[in-house]
């Protein structure tokens, strides 16, 4: 694992630390319905034994339990973020039906093949995630799937001409000046919104359908994770793709996602070509 890695890691488990809850709009299967359509539904988990690939406190874990998944096998690598994580899964009404695993997403291991594996908002925050989707794969029963969500370059334009180079200092500043900076971002967003209600202006989909749903909280949270982690890539759209190409995965399908980002699925073939 890369320095690199290793510092996002570090990252996340200081920002999880801190942000442990997934209340509201949030942790909502609302909004995971939101997420997989229109590749999947969340009648698509009924039963199903699923991996999910950077569980944090467990917000997506929740969604996948409440969508109906028969197990979940959750992989966290932050220590104290997998301390949050399976303490927040104990309270979970289905808590029984989750292994945590504190490992990276490239070192996991479980006894039995899986009907799916999903990572929502993840795969983008690591810098080779080669090793990771193939490991996905190797975990997958033939016929399986695999459902990434990332971030999108395409329709991101302005927003990352604006972020990235705010991103060169935001990544090393203390948490207390870094919530100063997302407090400031936070009423500017707002500001934003309101004046793309009277002309059109980028990303107003994503704030009206994903973001301003959410609490005040959450929505400074969405700013934080933006401008907290060490390494952050927002993939286009071939990038997307060849991500599960590369690890043997067909039938791939891609959606842009409210116009700011990709949710894309991928099958294990059922048996190997030549094979009887």
């Not at 999903?118 to 029963?141: H, N, Q």
């Amino acid at each position: 694992m890369s320095s690199l890695d290793e510092r996002t890691i570090q990252d996340f488990d200081n920002q999880w630390s801190r942000y442990d809850d997934n209340e509201g709009w949030y942790g909502s299967l609302a909004l995971f319905s939101d997420i997989i359509s229109p590749l999947m539904s969340t009648d698509d988990l009924k039963g199903k034994r699923v991996v999910d690939i950077g569980s944090g406190t467990g917000r997506i874990v929740g969604m996948l339990l409440e969508s109906g998944a028969s197990h979940v096998y959750a992989v966290e690598p932050a220590a104290r973020a997998f301390e949050k994580l399976k303490s927040n899964v104990k309270s979970m009404a289905r808590g029984r039906d989750v292994t945590p695993l504190n490992k990276r997403g490239d070192e996991w291991s479980i006894e039995a093949p899986v009907d799916l594996v999903i990572s929502i908002g993840v795969i983008e925050f690591i810098s080779d995630p080669g090793p990771t989707v193939k490991r996905c794969f190797d975990a997958l029963k033939p016929g399986g799937e695999i459902f990434f969500w990332l971030c999108s370059h395409e329709g991101n334009e302005l927003y990352l001409a604006l972020v990235q180079p705010l991103r060169k200092f935001t990544t090393f500043l203390p948490h207390f000046l870094l919530v100063s900076v997302v407090q400031i971002l936070y009423w500017a967003l707002c500001a934003y919104r309101m004046l793309g209600k009277l002309i059109p202006l980028p990303l107003m989909r994503y704030l009206d359908k994903v973001w301003w749903p959410m609490s005040a909280r959450k929505r400074r949270l969405v700013i934080y994770d933006q401008l907290n982690p060490t390494y952050l890539k927002y993939y286009k759209k071939h990038e997307a793709i060849a991500l599960l190409e590369a690890a043997g995965f067909q039938d791939i399908e891609i959606h842009h996602r409210h116009g700011y980002s990709w949710s894309v699925k991928g099958r294990k073939a059922h048996s190997v070509l030549g094979s009887h």
